[in-house]
């Protein structure tokens, strides 16, 4: 079985900061890639940031400049740094990875069970 524990959600005023942490927790042979996804309310989810076992990242246009993802691979830990945050941030953001496990040779999508953010003054 494999586990992604989610941490540093909350309420923040605009123009503030959060930091979320996501670590993976299981039977992991490999973990692969490991990104942040939201989803608004009455909206669809949708992709925030991204990054792979080398650092490399990708990021939504709306998040860009304000996020910044990265990982500890010796934890298994993806986080997300985010500043100057605004009331359309707000959302429910889930962590996803794709993990191989020891007992499993095709590697899969795991997912969080989501954090809440909520930017408003």
């Known amino acids: 079985q494999v586990q992604l524990v989610e941490s540093g959600g909350g309420l923040v005023q605009p123009g503030g900061s959060l930091r979320l942490s996501c670590a993976a927790s299981?039977?992991?042979?490999?973990?692969?890639?490991m990104g942040w996804y939201r989803q608004a309310p009455g909206k669809q989810r949708e992709l925030a940031a991204i990054?792979?076992?080398?650092?490399?990242?990708n990021y939504a246009d709306s998040v860009k400049g304000r996020f910044t993802i990265s990982r500890d691979n010796a934890k298994n830990t993806v986080y997300l740094e985010m500043n100057s945050l605004k009331p359309d941030d707000t959302a429910v953001y889930y962590c996803?990875?794709?993990?191989?496990?020891?007992?499993?040779?095709?590697?899969?999508?795991?997912w969080g069970q989501g954090t809440q953010v909520t930017v408003s003054s």
């Open positions: 996803q990875a794709r993990i191989s496990m020891v007992s499993v040779t095709d590697p899969m999508n795991y």
């Open positions: 299981g039977n992991i042979k490999r973990v692969y890639d």
């Open positions: 990054t792979n076992t080398v650092g490399s990242t």
